[in-house]
């Protein structure tokens, strides 16, 4: 009896122990009321075309924001909440294990800190009331869906937009690889797409690559200034673009894309003038080796003393299953340097370019809202976005491309590429170098700059670029060049102006370049014959030398061609030690298996997919149409996930009038499946084609399918 009744009290305080868990780390409840008034606030006015695509009339900027926030809440509310999430480093708390690493980094970013210090007193007024005016209208779409919002997430505030600058700009330049390669085992990467979105993974991510042109009038046939904007992103999740066009009477007249979370239009066009954006690398991570006190762990030597490190708790709230959770505490430190890694392999620690940045969204607004060359480049001189090239052009006929970039100013005489010592105070660089010094290309004689994700030494032809010697190797500026950038350099010196379907036509090229290291070593593998060759093979190598280099969807050597070469010209799974007859092999076995037989045209086996629709697509990895693909296990095709995803084509015309079309990859009803708009533009994606942009209300007004203010009247279909 006693024994039993041990039992039932044991029994008694493991649920109560259970009870006080789930009440304690219970989401916070949030009284929905005031949000569901937020409407009143702000007077905007959202139309959308016939394309779903919105556009947002304000009267003041955060009018404008605040319509944003809606119109992007409506079409992609889940990848926003996501966004929000990680940002605040909640991720583990609604999503799991799994996710514990992204909150972790958040906290060893000290994302966080930088902004609780520096929100009210760095940030602009004007950039705080355009992030929570985004915020309000997040927060009304939520509370008009409460079944949409998961825990945690009520209310959004302007700081997590803020935070989202803050945490995801070092990633496009490579932060996060540098970090997990300290690490022993497998290299882990900041998923950006699919399930796995915002949490690590052991794969390659699709490349974040891009291209922007800009051709000067004398190059145009009919005087024409031009811009092509077309980056290259994962096609869902968290960094996939999404159109809008916003007007302010406030001066913000912008038309073009952004991610989710970004209260702005990243990279697209106003009246006067349009850029876009290309992922760049330059080296902006210094890793330190630390030197640990044998009989005090805690401190490390910086010029010839013990200095104690800096600690701190990174207390992480994980759901385990079902409403438990339980808070995991991990130490933090950090050095004069930055934040350090006790590892066994030695303590390590680590500074980037934008470490503490929360500025970048003030400089995002000055680029929306610059009218001329000058106010651009005053507005890139803001130094506050770590990375990221712009190619540049305006109604003056002007153009450029801009390495930008904040470029650490280092000490020089050092290998700034490998591990620094941590003992020297001297190389803790505490500057940037100013906006004149990073490398640009204005106005030059060709008539014409691009970047294709290469070096900016290669940004068109002939004088007016930089030149290596021009410039320190402190400053780590990448040196490789692309195919997409070979291809651009052979193609637009091909004749001397272009028209406007000789444009089109260098954007949508679908060939490797001849000058291309993978195609040289393709060349020399074919040379050396297929006596060495197994006989199982020889019909696939006659097919592989009779490869024009193309990935036209008719093709029927381009499949086995890009299947060969993968390891060479996908970034996702580029290696050093590729056995082109291994790979050939390998290509061989794959589409016999999944096709019956080795040529099939390559559209049929790489396809661009949207719900229970699928279309045959051109392009590879690293071509000017760009494609990055996964297999499907099931069916052996190649699904269309990442390159080629928002492209918008600009002109100025001899007047300085502006005119814009553009397609993106599947539509405006990113989640919808049941929307119109949830794949209306991929038939015209597919096949090269795009649409108008409608730059004033009298174009718009006869195309509209929705008009409404959001929290005034019914947002109905």
Request: aromatic share 10%; charged share 25%; glycine share 8%.
């Amino acid at each position: 009896m006693r024994f039993s009744r041990a039992i039932a009290a044991i029994l008694l305080l493991l649920a109560l122990a259970a009870i006080a868990n789930i009440l304690i780390t219970a989401p916070p409840t949030v009284d929905t009321g005031p949000l569901l008034t937020l409407g009143e606030k702000y007077d905007v006015r959202i139309i959308r075309d016939e394309f779903g695509v919105p556009h947002i009339y304000g009267n003041r900027d955060a009018d404008t924001a605040f319509g944003l926030g809606y119109a992007q809440a409506e079409d992609d509310f889940a990848t926003l909440q996501d966004v929000v999430l990680a940002t605040r480093g909640q991720l583990a708390a609604v999503r799991g294990p799994d996710a514990a690493k992204t909150d972790y980094l958040i906290r060893l970013m000290g994302v966080w800190e930088a902004l609780d210090s520096g929100y009210e007193t760095v940030l602009s007024e004007q950039a705080r009331a355009v992030a929570e005016a985004y915020a309000d209208g997040i927060n009304l779409y939520a509370a008009q869906h409460p079944e949409e919002v998961e825990d945690f997430v009520l209310p959004i505030r302007g700081k997590d937009l803020i935070a989202g600058f803050t945490f995801k700009l070092p990633l496009f330049y490579g932060f996060d690889e540098t970090l997990t390669a300290l690490f022993d085992g497998n290299d882990r990467e900041l998923a950006l797409q699919g399930k796995d979105a915002l949490t690590f993974v052991n794969r390659g991510r699709p490349a974040l690559g891009s291209q922007g042109v800009a051709i000067a009038p004398q190059k145009s046939r009919d005087g024409k200034t031009r811009l092509l904007i077309n980056s290259h992103q994962p096609l869902t999740g968290p960094v996939a673009w999404y159109e809008a066009r916003l007007h302010s009477e406030e001066g913000w007249n912008m038309a073009g894309a952004t991610f989710p979370g970004s209260p702005v239009i990243l990279h697209g066009h106003n009246r006067y003038l349009g850029w876009s954006s290309t992922v760049n690398k330059p080296d902006l991570v210094d890793v330190y080796q630390l030197t640990l006190n044998p009989e005090n762990e805690d401190e490390y030597l910086l010029d010839g003393e013990w200095v104690a490190l800096e600690k701190r708790s990174a207390d992480i709230l994980v759901r385990l299953f079902g409403p438990f959770r339980w808070t995991f505490s991990e130490p933090l430190y950090a050095s004069r340097h930055g934040p350090v890694l006790k590892l066994d392999h030695g303590t390590f620690a680590i500074r980037w370019s934008g470490m503490g940045e929360i500025r970048t969204l003030d400089q995002y607004l000055a680029l929306n809202k610059a009218t001329s060359m000058a106010e651009f480049e005053a507005a890139l001189a803001i130094g506050s976005q770590p990375s990221i090239n712009q190619v540049y052009a305006d109604r003056e006929g002007n153009i450029a491309h801009y390495y930008n970039a904040m470029l650490p100013k280092r000490q020089e005489g050092w290998d700034w590429t490998k591990d620094l010592p941590g003992d020297d105070s001297s190389l803790i660089w505490t500057n940037y170098l100013p906006f004149s010094a990073v490398p640009a290309t204005r106005n030059p004689p060709s008539g014409f700059v691009f970047n294709a994700n290469n070096s900016p030494y290669l940004s068109s032809i002939g004088p007016g670029q930089p030149q290596p010697e021009d410039f320190s190797d402190t400053m780590g500026i990448e040196t490789g060049v692309t195919n997409r950038a070979l291809r651009l350099r052979r193609l637009l010196q091909e004749t001397e102006t272009l028209s406007r379907e000789d444009f089109y036509r260098i954007k949508y090229d679908v060939f490797y370049d001849e000058d291309l290291e993978a195609i040289q070593q393709l060349r020399r593998f074919i040379a050396n014959g297929k006596d060495a060759l197994p006989p199982s093979l020889h019909a696939a190598m006659d097919l592989l030398a009779s490869w024009d280099l193309g990935t036209q969807a008719d093709n029927p050597a381009a499949a086995l061609g890009v299947l060969t070469l993968t390891t060479l010209i996908d970034s996702r799974q580029r290696r050093d030690d590729v056995e082109l007859g291994e790979e050939l092999a390998e290509a061989r076995d794959y589409l016999q298996s999944h096709f019956g037989r080795i040529d099939p045209p390559y559209g049929e086996v790489v396809r661009h997919v949207r719900g229970d629709q699928s279309w045959p697509l051109d392009g590879g990895p690293d071509t000017l149409r760009a494609v990055y693909t996964e297999k499907d296990p099931e069916t052996g095709i190649l699904r269309n996930v990442a390159g080629d995803s928002y492209i918008m084509f600009v002109e100025w015309d001899q007047k300085g009038q502006v005119s814009s079309r553009a397609i993106h990859n599947f539509g405006s009803a990113t989640l919808d499946a049941s929307s119109p708009h949830y794949g209306d533009q991929a038939p015209l994606f597919v096949k090269h084609q795009d649409k108008p942009v409608r730059l004033t209300l009298d174009e718009l007004l006869p195309h509209a399918s929705r008009d409404y203010r959001p929290g005034v009247a019914p947002s109905s279909d």
